[in-house]
C-alpha cells in the first residue's frame, strides 16, 4: 500500500492550501481515510477522517469550518481543504488509511501512512 501526500508548502496566516492524497495498492473505495498532523515537538494528532464514500465524516472540533475533507475514488485520492490557516496548524500533514471502511478519530487505528507533507503557516 502507497499513500503519497503532496501540496503541503509555505503559506501566511489567513491563506490556503489543498492536499492530495493519491493511493494505489489497495481497495481505496473499501478504505476509510484520514488526515492527521504531527506538529514540532508534539505528538500526532488526528484532522478529519472519511469513511469509504463520504456519507460520513469526522473533524478534530478545532478545525471544523476551516478545513474540508473530500475523496475522489474513481482517482484513489482524498483531499484536504484548508482555509483560514493559522500558525498552529505548521505542521507534517499525514494521509492515512484504514483496512475497515469506516471514518475514525483515533491515530492507532489507521493501518497505513503515507510519508507526510509538510505545511508552514508564517505569522
Known amino acids: 500500500v502507497q499513500l503519497q501526500a503532496s501540496g503541503g508548502g509555505f503559506v501566511q496566516a489567513g491563506g490556503s492550501l489543498r492536499l492530495s492524497c493519491a493511493a494505489s495498492?489497495?481497495?481505496?473505495?473499501?478504505?476509510?481515510m484520514g488526515w492527521l498532523r504531527q506538529a514540532p515537538g508534539k505528538e500526532r494528532e488526528f484532522v478529519v477522517g472519511?469513511?469509504?464514500?463520504?456519507?460520513?465524516?469526522y473533524y478534530a472540533s478545532v478545525l471544523r469550518g476551516r478545513f474540508t475533507i473530500s475523496r475522489d475514488n474513481a482517482k484513489n485520492t482524498v483531499y484536504l481543504q484548508m482555509n483560514s490557516l493559522k500558525p498552529e496548524d505548521t505542521a507534517v500533514y499525514y494521509c492515512?488509511?484504514?483496512?475497515?471502511?469506516?471514518?475514525?478519530?483515533?491515530?492507532?487505528?489507521?493501518?497505513?501512512w503515507g510519508q507526510g507533507t509538510l505545511v508552514t503557516v508564517s505569522s
Open positions: 492515512a488509511a484504514r483496512r475497515l471502511y469506516s471514518v475514525s478519530d483515533s491515530p492507532s487505528r489507521y493501518d497505513y
Open positions: 495498492g489497495h481497495t481505496f473505495s473499501k478504505s476509510g
Open positions: 472519511i469513511d469509504l464514500n463520504g456519507d460520513a465524516v
